[in-house]
């Protein structure tokens, strides 16, 4: 069983996302079959562009979130099988979305999925995944997590145009920011994890602690997701280091080191960034400036502050192996930039 | 009240939406209103793009369809402006994935949202939309108009992809036509009307035979529109005469007008809609070569066909100033070809 590791204090243990996936096993086989059925159709593009995506190898920790918190508070109908691959259907299909609102060319180490059967076939594949996780959800018969699933789809849209509308301005606040990836990262985890004490129908508080674990682990993960962007591990992850520099996307990295700068180095991020003169020498000085400001320090500081909240919100909950293996994911989540 | 016109007989009086209009005036001005306000968002750039499309004067058809439906079975709750509203979005958040996909500029007469405000708002204000529009479902509470409208929505999208995938196609049989217009038009239409005996707690028969008027209707619908983008009263819908063939689109004229020509006509098809040269002499050509086969007049015979399985649908039904106004709407949608 995983060990919680406090996050500021000694520890002679990477925090490791193992003890999540063990207790989690047999029902993620059983949703791993169910995905490949539900992303199947006879319009063969479909299956083709869903499992490029689906097979390439995301962690799958939001349908783990679900899966564990319906197991937590014993639940033991099969409800939790198809609301978790509701979850990841509605995370592919903003996955397929965004890329193309992106502009992205790679995603995961591979080719995106627009790409190679272009935007028109990310866009309504996309659609077609949504659908299914909605028919999925309304199998399962529970109008609150209908309700709670619902409610991300529209909060995460709402947050995706938020973030074009903030996009290349340099003068996004920590605030507006955190407004993009509450709606956009953190909405989906929080549904996730609250869905499943919803179907395990135990009281309002439970949900409510649920939902705030997961809304402050996805802030958390969201945060940490952009120091990577600008860090040395950003090539397993199949990402390029300067990936969202490169594409003029504003992150708290960026954010911080502009605020914090000086009137010239302010008006360098406004030429690299609004203006998108992305090249790589202004990539170097990026990186500079963002060393300077310790822009990544602070990014992770905000990101253990996020992580203090979820972990806070899990503390009343009785002890059992499946609190502790979401408590150690927390830390999982931040000590990803090690 | 309407007069309802038998398809084939002789008529003094052209069909009209009118009487279903009346009927359904004092909720339709409720669901504008809901669709107005569900359309809101702090994040300014979700209602500008909505309200382009929302306020562009569509017939509202669909929503008409579920209000009809709900009242004529006496329905006396509050459920059908929100299934309608529904019913709504779900279509406008598929015409603004439309024009993505298939690269419009121009939809009724105004600039597509696409071009105003980029491919990007209108990937996600539709599924900003698509959100709402499972929000404002589940509220009504009614898991059976929950099923019904998540499968027409994977549907449609399934139907989108269907159609991409045989774009451009000149093999394309009616046959495959026909699924992927059933799936892309015709669902919605038939999920409206099973949703308004759902909500007014008929019985089973009654579903299946709005399910079915609706289905129908769709079909009929979608084919008259096919010819008008070839016929005379395309401008009026703010379309242009050959829309539909400078896009490569295959429709059923096109498709009639393919397997009836010569070797040499078939070669011209090819050229034109496989390779592209949708040029205005192109154009003209293709115009002669539809004329000769009557594709325009058999695409409406084609639609007079489903316009009679959708009254034969509701013929059992019992008579009532809302049956008659919609069967007067299956001659409506087959007479705007006049």
Same mark, same amino acid.
Request: hydrophobic fraction near 45%; include cysteine.
């Given at each position: 069983?995983?060990?919680?590791?406090?996050?500021? @204090? $000694?520890?002679?243990? +990477?925090? #490791? %996302?193992?003890?999540?996936?063990?207790? *989690?096993?047999? !029902?993620?086989?059983? /949703?791993?079959?169910?995905?490949?059925?539900?992303?199947?159709?006879?319009?063969?593009?479909?299956?083709?562009?869903?499992?490029?995506?689906?097979?390439?190898?995301?962690?799958?920790?939001?349908?783990?979130?679900?899966?564990?918190?319906?197991?937590?508070?014993?639940?033991?109908?099969?409800?939790?099988?198809?609301?978790?691959?509701?979850?990841?259907?509605?995370?592919?299909?903003?996955?397929?979305?965004?890329?193309?609102?992106?502009?992205?060319?790679?995603?995961?180490?591979?080719?995106?999925?627009?790409?190679?059967?272009?935007?028109?076939?990310?866009?309504?594949?996309?659609?077609?995944?949504?659908?299914?996780?909605?028919?999925?959800?309304?199998?399962?018969?529970?109008?609150?997590?209908?309700?709670?699933?619902?409610?991300?789809?529209?909060?995460?849209? @709402? $947050?995706?145009?938020? +973030?074009? #509308? %903030?996009?290349?301005?340099?003068?996004? *606040?920590?605030? !507006?920011?955190?407004? /993009?990836?509450?709606?956009?990262?953190?909405?989906?985890?929080?549904?996730?994890?609250?869905?499943?004490?919803?179907?395990?129908?135990?009281?309002?508080?439970?949900?409510?602690?649920?939902?705030?674990?997961?809304?402050?682990?996805?802030?958390?993960?969201?945060?940490?997701?952009?120091?990577?962007?600008?860090?040395?591990?950003?090539?397993?992850?199949?990402?390029?280091?300067?990936?969202?520099?490169?594409?003029?996307?504003?992150?708290?990295?960026?954010?911080?080191?502009?605020?914090?700068?000086?009137?010239?180095?302010?008006?360098?991020?406004?030429?690299?960034?609004?203006?998108?003169?992305?090249?790589?020498?202004?990539?170097?000085?990026?990186?500079?400036?963002?060393?300077?400001?310790?822009?990544?320090?602070?990014?992770?500081?905000?990101?253990?502050?996020?992580?203090?909240?979820?972990?806070?919100?899990?503390?009343?909950?009785?002890?059992?192996?499946?609190?502790?293996?979401?408590?150690? /994911?927390?830390?999982?989540?931040?000590?990803?930039?090690?």
């Amino acid at each position: 069983m995983g060990v919680v590791i406090p996050l500021e @204090e $000694g520890k002679n243990k +990477q925090a #490791s %996302v193992k003890p999540l996936v063990d207790l *989690t096993k047999a !029902d993620m086989d059983r /949703v791993n079959q169910l995905i490949l059925s539900k992303a199947g159709s006879d319009v063969q593009m479909i299956p083709e562009v869903a499992n490029h995506l689906i097979s390439s190898g995301g962690k799958r920790l939001r349908p783990m979130l679900t899966l564990a918190a319906a197991q937590m508070f014993g639940y033991e109908g099969e409800g939790h099988i198809r609301l978790a691959t509701s979850v990841e259907f509605m995370h592919t299909a903003t996955l397929l979305h965004d890329d193309v609102v992106d502009e992205s060319d790679m995603r995961r180490g591979k080719s995106t999925a627009r790409m190679i059967w272009g935007n028109q076939a990310s866009v309504l594949v996309g659609d077609f995944l949504l659908g299914q996780a909605f028919k999925m959800m309304v199998d399962v018969g529970s109008l609150d997590a209908l309700d709670v699933l619902a409610s991300a789809a529209a909060v995460i849209a @709402e $947050g995706e145009v938020l +973030q074009l #509308s %903030v996009a290349k301005n340099m003068e996004t *606040t920590e605030d !507006d920011y955190l407004a /993009v990836i509450r709606a956009k990262t953190a909405a989906l985890f929080a549904a996730a994890a609250e869905v499943g004490p919803i179907i395990a129908a135990t009281d309002k508080a439970t949900r409510g602690a649920l939902k705030s674990y997961g809304m402050n682990l996805g802030l958390a993960f969201q945060l940490v997701d952009d120091v990577l962007d600008y860090g040395g591990k950003a090539a397993d992850l199949g990402k390029n280091v300067g990936d969202d520099f490169r594409e003029g996307k504003i992150t708290l990295p960026v954010i911080l080191s502009y605020r914090r700068g000086t009137a010239d180095e302010r008006a360098f991020w406004k030429t690299a960034i609004e203006q998108g003169e992305s090249t790589d020498e202004n990539l170097a000085r990026a990186l500079t400036l963002i060393g300077k400001y310790n822009g990544l320090g602070d990014t992770i500081a905000r990101a253990k502050h996020y992580g203090t909240i979820a972990r806070d919100a899990l503390s009343p909950l009785p002890e059992s192996a499946h609190k502790a293996a979401l408590m150690e /994911v927390i830390d999982f989540c931040i000590e990803r930039v090690n």
